[in-house]
């Protein structure tokens, strides 16, 4: 049995539990074949919008990070407390402006100059790999590179979607997601490339030859007025049980954000969080900065709203 040391916290590979502490959850593994059933899929009605748009960004191939977080701390050099990866824009960081950001270079095919980014994911205890890739909040070990990320944009099962306004942001996911005790999580997955019908708000094992997925669902019922919120979230929500969204607000394009790792056989991983939230993978979180010019959102509305599978 392998034991990793982080600020005093013990991790206990493959026990699923930190800690020695019974009570110390923050960070735990459960075998996906164990998890819970992936929640049903809506059904469409015939209002629909069932098309997609997928952007091909790579998958961060330049090596694109920094701790920064434009959309919660702009302005602050290091304010996240752990390390980003990013496709789309690459100039995103701290002191990025909206018109810095217009005027910037992207990775993604097709000229979509948005911002997509989620805290890295590294391997724990890697002598072999992780020297000088350590970081002064708790976070350590060899980053690990994604090996595909998926960005799709997604209709609503009751009602065409309208555009996103430019220069939007919101976020996924709830970087605090442990520390707050699981505020903000209901729409936090991970799962395995086979065995999508299990997903689970822990780190998965997956089988040999499987590899970790991370899935982020944005809200996507907009309330027509604001690019960001006090709070960053509030400005935007997810729809009901039902698909529809609640009263005062308008369905944008849903931001479906997939993430996959080839993990080392038998390696424990962890993602970068705040030193309060110890590397849970309850404190998972993506965040998205629209800068497509209008004519390209209008675009991908279209195909949306068209029913078309769609290619940026």
Not at 177 to 206: I, M
Request: charged share 20%.
């Amino acid at each position: 049995m392998r034991r990793f040391a982080w600020l005093g916290i013990v991790v206990v590979a493959g026990c699923g539990v930190l800690g020695d502490d019974p009570g110390d959850k923050a960070i735990r593994y459960v075998a996906i074949a164990e998890a819970p059933a992936a929640p049903a899929v809506v059904t469409p009605t015939a209002d629909a919008s069932t098309g997609t748009w997928q952007v091909d960004c790579g998958r961060n191939e330049s090596g694109i990070r920094n701790s920064d977080n434009l959309v919660v701390n702009p302005g602050v050099i290091g304010a996240a407390h752990h390390l980003h990866d990013y496709v789309g824009n690459v100039s995103t960081n701290a002191f990025s402006t909206d018109q810095s950001l217009a005027a910037a270079k992207t990775t993604c095919r097709g000229g979509d100059k948005s911002s997509y980014y989620w805290p890295v994911l590294r391997v724990p205890g890697d002598s072999d790999h992780d020297a000088g890739e350590h970081d002064a909040h708790g976070n350590e070990g060899r980053v690990l590179p994604p090996a595909a990320v998926t960005i799709e944009f997604r209709g609503n099962p009751v009602s065409d979607v309208v555009p996103m306004p430019e220069f939007l942001r919101t976020a996924a996911g709830n970087a605090h997601g442990f520390s707050q005790g699981g505020r903000n999580t209901g729409h936090l997955q991970w799962t395995c490339s086979g065995a999508r019908d299990h997903v689970t708000k822990d780190y998965p094992r997956c089988p040999d030859g499987q590899q970790v997925v991370r899935v982020f669902d944005f809200p996507s019922c907009w309330n027509g007025k604001s690019l960001d919120s006090p709070d960053h979230s509030s400005h935007l929500v997810f729809p009901t049980a039902a698909g529809a969204c609640p009263p005062a607000t308008f369905p944008v394009p849903q931001l479906h954000l997939e993430i996959a790792y080839t993990v080392p056989k038998g390696a424990d991983f962890t993602i970068d969080t705040f030193p309060e939230d110890g590397r849970s993978a309850l404190a998972d979180h993506s965040h998205f900065i629209n800068v497509m010019q209008p004519a390209q959102m209008d675009r991908l509305v279209a195909c949306i709203n068209e029913n078309r599978r769609c290619t940026a």
